[in-house]
């Protein structure tokens, strides 16, 4: 199969994910499997920073790539590490640089037989959101086409993220904002029942339901619920 | 799905005539709708498990319409929000009386002859509903059915974007007003559920069918309830 239908079919996949339940772990899994078998590298591995901006390892093409990213993370220097911060490709750096700009990165990386690594942002505009590192153990530097694939593996994998937090996140202001109503008719209902039961008008039904909440240090909204459920029956006259 | 460009620019079009989310932007977009859309009226509808809200409406049949269906307890905007999916009913004088007995005739009397709900939501929440209507029957064509679902998402979003500054619990004021007049039908709903010995759902049953049987809006036999010159106790 060319490397064209194969790119296409990944990037048809990583699409879909949004369609179906979105698993972040799973699609960044696609994304550095496709990455090995795309690109001329031999290892992959994806930092990805959660909500606070600190980065986690999320997935990694085998075993030796994942502990190197956990090894990145420990150290505190490396290539993903860099290009998290600054947002750029940091590619085909030569041996004596790579040394230079990460010391303990390096030894570390060759002792697991890799002896150059690369790494490409995911960005979208401001938004950085982690990084994959590329790992190659003979040494050839990336190709541009080879550059530009996984750039836009990467850019696919954050667009898709984001996405889906954007969603995430307003599905949560949706269900505060279905509470909040909830809550209002719940407590006018309350209302009603508590002054149907102690004789008094809503009003006084209101200032006792109040005055219970702020006496038992609940939220009125549970107090509401307390006098629906029938476990407040009678909250008595309201002290004026 | 509608395009995330078209509800951009539905949702612009409603920011760019005020500075900041206000209680008019419900009332900008129904209106919106009636401009844009080939459609007589619009209602934006906040419906859950406890209750209704209308929140805004392009005119009086609009709100005619959220009054019958509230009172009716039936209708596309319930079926809309409780299956997810919008209700089509492009000749609601042919299909209405089989799924919606009590309201099909209302809502002729009205002048409503098409109606198009579409349920506003995210995820798993729903948050209400969009109702459309026509005054002559018709479906909306694959354009217009694009246009109404962009429409919708603008709704959604907008209600989000109102909620989104303030502390959990707290309502926008444009949300808070619509629900504030609707209070004395929950208070009287509690009132019912006591004289009645029954439970808030079935007292809300009880308050419609009087409002029925009385030819009164429900909100009016809620006050007639408040005051006592309506009972259910015996």
Redesign the interface.
């Known amino acids: 199969m060319s490397r064209e239908r194969r790119l296409t079919e990944v990037f048809v996949e990583i699409t879909n994910s949004l369609v179906d339940d979105f698993d972040v772990v799973e699609l960044l899994q696609t994304v550095v499997d496709a990455a090995v078998e795309l690109l001329d590298i031999d290892a992959a591995a994806l930092l990805l920073s959660d909500q606070r901006g600190d980065l986690r390892g999320i997935a990694a093409s085998d075993e030796p790539a994942r502990l190197l990213d956990l090894i990145e993370l420990e150290a505190d220097d490396g290539p993903c590490i860099d290009s998290f911060r600054n947002g750029e490709q940091v590619t085909n750096v030569s041996p004596e640089d790579a040394d230079r700009r990460w010391p303990r990165y390096m030894p570390a990386a060759r002792s697991f037989g890799y002896v150059q690594a690369h790494a490409l942002p995911l960005r979208l505009r401001g938004n950085i959101i982690g990084a994959m590192n590329l790992l190659s153990a003979q040494g050839r530097d990336l190709a541009p086409d080879d550059v530009i694939v996984g750039q836009a593996l990467c850019d696919s994998a954050t667009i898709c993220i984001l996405q889906d937090r954007a969603a995430h996140a307003q599905e949560v202001i949706a269900e505060q904002l279905q509470g909040a109503l909830n809550s209002r008719i719940l407590v006018e209902q309350a209302k009603g029942m508590l002054a149907e039961r102690s004789s008094i008008d809503t009003e006084a039904a209101f200032r006792a339901m109040r005055q219970h909440a702020r006496g038992t240090n609940q939220p009125l909204r549970a107090v509401a619920q307390g006098v629906i459920d029938g476990a407040i029956l009678d909250l008595g006259r309201v002290r004026d | 799905m509608p395009s995330a460009e078209r509800v951009d620019e539905i949702l612009a079009g409603i920011y760019g005539e005020v500075s900041s989310p206000t209680p008019t932007l419900p009332q900008l977009l129904v209106d919106a709708c009636t401009q844009t859309l080939r459609v007589t009226g619009a209602g934006l509808i906040?419906l859950?498990?406890?209750?209704m809200?209308v929140i805004a409406t392009s005119d009086g049949v609009a709100q005619g319409i959220e009054d019958l269906q509230f009172t009716m307890g039936e209708g596309p905007a319930f079926d809309s929000s409780s299956t997810g999916r919008p209700v089509l009913q492009p000749d609601l004088k042919r299909t209405g009386p089989e799924r919606w007995p009590e309201l099909t005739s209302g809502a002729a009397a009205l002048g409503v002859q098409g109606f198009f709900a579409f349920p506003l939501?995210?995820?798993?929440?729903?948050?209400g509903v969009l109702d459309l209507h026509r005054d002559a029957p018709g479906s909306l064509d694959r354009g217009e059915l694009a246009e109404a679902l962009a429409f919708a998402e603008a709704a959604?979003?907008m209600?989000?974007d109102m909620?989104?500054e303030l502390p959990?619990?707290?309502?926008h004021a444009g949300?808070?007003q619509p629900?504030e007049n609707r209070?004395p039908l929950?208070?009287?709903?509690?009132?019912?559920?006591?004289?009645a010995s029954v439970t808030?759902a079935q007292a809300l049953v009880l308050l419609r069918a009087k409002s029925f049987a009385l030819e009164q809006p429900v909100l009016e036999v809620a006050r007639h309830v408040?005051d006592h010159t309506c009972r259910f106790d015996d």
């Open positions: 906040l859950s498990d406890s209750g809200a939501q995210f995820g798993a929440i729903r948050l959604a979003n209600l989000v909620q989104v959990a619990g707290a309502l949300l808070a629900l209070h929950h208070q009287a709903t509690g009132v019912i559920a006591v004289q808030l408040l």
